[in-house]
């Protein structure tokens, strides 16, 4: 297993970089968190242009052919400008489902989000923010032409403007996912207000909605679960980049910012916590390329190092920012410097797709198993 950046992948991360220094500069990123969807229609378009919805989608499908080693690096580059589009909903989510159903109907949507035709995401959690599929009670029933939908999602990426909403229902079979477009009759969709305004949420109210079955009736978790551990690996490299930048940021002040007529860098103190930022740093971004490596080679232990690299780059990124905050002081939580909204999608991000409490117990409880296994 290769574990690292290739020239190409470093050349990606170049060209993603420059394009988000235009699109995602620090003011965009402002205005874009005061609308009630992040949308911007321009900036999505050169995410399209540039290939990124379907990086790690085959060539048969119309996708680019990569891996979700090439989609971690796009996704920390991401992490690091704090992207407030539909990347993470649309391509990693969306996609990552849609390749695990298997079934034509879902290739056929793989398609047109790999051209940028649709953005998508995936609603799983209810009231209950439960990332599993107990959690899961909105009701699906056979209507006389189509399925029909009635329940409610909360906590859903970007659904507040998604033209393809891909839902995880009940049926009298099991679990199934369910693809509702963007006409679909029944729907309300009410934007939420979040600590982290960069990662837009919004609560779906379904009643009897039209939608169409993806996959197998009753079999659909299987495919939502192999697709959450791939987008667990991601959502890791994303908060590496995330943790990154606040790092990058935080030696920059020490350097420069003086007390006592030093700079602040010099004090053995400061120098300790950014020697323990750096620490977290690179053993987050090892765990997280550690886990996106397991994904691209099909391994079936991605489920277990997928949940001990969200655990890990969770609790790195907030610990990151925390240390920021002492080291930047009061400044760091003024709403004029950004280090604030770094601090916010540390712990956002921390709860999506699994609290690290919620993933040590399921790595606990895959260990115990391959413990008795043995």
């Given at each position: 297993?290769?574990?690292?950046?290739?020239?190409?992948?470093?050349?990606?991360?170049?060209?993603?970089?420059?394009?988000?220094?235009e699109?995602?500069?620090?003011?965009?990123?402002?205005?874009?968190?005061?609308?009630?969807?992040?949308?911007?229609?321009?900036?999505?378009?050169?995410?399209?242009?540039?290939?990124?919805?379907?990086?790690?989608?085959?060539?048969?499908?119309?996708?680019a052919?990569?891996?979700l080693?090439?989609?971690?690096?796009?996704?920390?580059?991401?992490?690091?400008?704090?992207?407030?589009?539909?990347?993470?909903?649309?391509?990693?989510?969306?996609?990552?489902?849609?390749?695990?159903?298997?079934?034509?109907?879902?290739?056929?949507?793989?398609?047109?989000?790999?051209?940028?035709?649709?953005?998508?995401?995936?609603?799983?959690?209810?009231?209950?923010?439960r990332?599993?599929?107990?959690?899961?009670?909105?009701?699906?029933?056979?209507?006389?032409?189509?399925?029909?939908?009635?329940?409610?999602?909360?906590?859903?990426?970007?659904?507040a403007?998604?033209?393809?909403?891909?839902v995880?229902?009940?049926?009298?079979?099991?679990?199934?996912?369910?693809?509702?477009?963007?006409?679909?009759?029944?729907?309300?969709?009410?934007?939420?207000?979040?600590?982290?305004?960069?990662?837009?949420?919004a609560?779906?109210?379904?009643s009897?909605?039209?939608?169409?079955?993806?996959?197998?009736?009753?079999?659909?978790?299987?495919?939502?679960?192999?697709?959450?551990?791939?987008?667990?690996a991601?959502?890791?490299?994303?908060?590496?980049?995330?943790?990154?930048?606040?790092?990058?940021?935080?030696?920059?002040?020490?350097?420069?910012?003086?007390?006592?007529?030093?700079?602040?860098?010099?004090?053995?103190?400061?120098?300790?916590?950014?020697?323990?930022?750096?620490?977290?740093?690179?053993?987050?971004?090892s765990?997280?390329?550690?886990?996106?490596?397991?994904?691209?080679?099909?391994?079936?232990?991605?489920?277990?190092?997928?949940?001990?690299?969200?655990?890990?780059?969770?609790?790195?990124?907030?610990?990151?920012?925390?240390?920021?905050?002492?080291?930047f002081?009061?400044?760091?939580?003024?709403?004029?410097?950004?280090?604030?909204?770094?601090?916010?999608r540390?712990?956002?991000?921390?709860?999506?797709?699994?609290?690290?409490?919620l993933?040590?117990?399921?790595?606990?409880?895959?260990?115990?198993?391959?413990?008795?296994?043995?």
């Amino acid at each position: 297993m290769l574990v690292g950046r290739t020239e190409e992948q470093l050349q990606l991360a170049s060209s993603v970089g420059a394009l988000l220094s235009e699109i995602a500069s620090e003011a965009e990123v402002r205005r874009l968190m005061a609308t009630s969807t992040a949308e911007d229609a321009t900036s999505w378009g050169r995410i399209c242009d540039m290939g990124l919805p379907g990086l790690a989608v085959p060539e048969r499908l119309g996708g680019a052919g990569g891996t979700l080693v090439d989609q971690g690096v796009v996704l920390e580059q991401m992490g690091r400008a704090l992207y407030c589009g539909p990347y993470f909903s649309t391509a990693v989510l969306a996609v990552q489902t849609l390749l695990h159903l298997q079934d034509e109907a879902a290739e056929e949507l793989l398609r047109q989000v790999c051209t940028g035709t649709l953005s998508a995401t995936l609603a799983i959690t209810e009231a209950s923010g439960r990332w599993d599929e107990a959690g899961v009670t909105l009701q699906a029933e056979r209507g006389e032409s189509s399925w029909l939908l009635t329940g409610t999602k909360t906590f859903v990426p970007d659904g507040a403007s998604a033209e393809l909403v891909l839902v995880v229902a009940r049926t009298a079979a099991g679990t199934g996912v369910f693809a509702v477009g963007p006409a679909a009759q029944g729907v309300r969709r009410t934007p939420l207000p979040t600590m982290d305004q960069t990662r837009k949420q919004a609560r779906l109210d379904f009643s009897a909605t039209p939608a169409t079955l993806l996959g197998t009736d009753g079999d659909g978790w299987r495919g939502v679960d192999a697709a959450l551990a791939a987008a667990t690996a991601g959502l890791a490299a994303e908060q590496v980049g995330g943790a990154q930048r606040v790092l990058d940021m935080t030696v920059e002040h020490a350097r420069t910012r003086e007390q006592f007529g030093r700079p602040v860098g010099t004090f053995q103190a400061v120098q300790h916590k950014c020697a323990t930022m750096l620490v977290e740093v690179e053993a987050a971004k090892s765990a997280a390329y550690f886990a996106l490596a397991t994904a691209a080679d099909g391994s079936p232990e991605l489920p277990v190092v997928a949940s001990l690299a969200k655990a890990y780059c969770s609790q790195a990124y907030r610990r990151t920012a925390n240390e920021a905050i002492q080291i930047f002081g009061g400044i760091g939580l003024t709403w004029e410097h950004p280090v604030h909204l770094y601090f916010k999608r540390a712990r956002s991000s921390e709860v999506f797709l699994g609290s690290p409490a919620l993933h040590r117990e399921r790595l606990a409880a895959h260990l115990a198993i391959g413990s008795n296994a043995s």
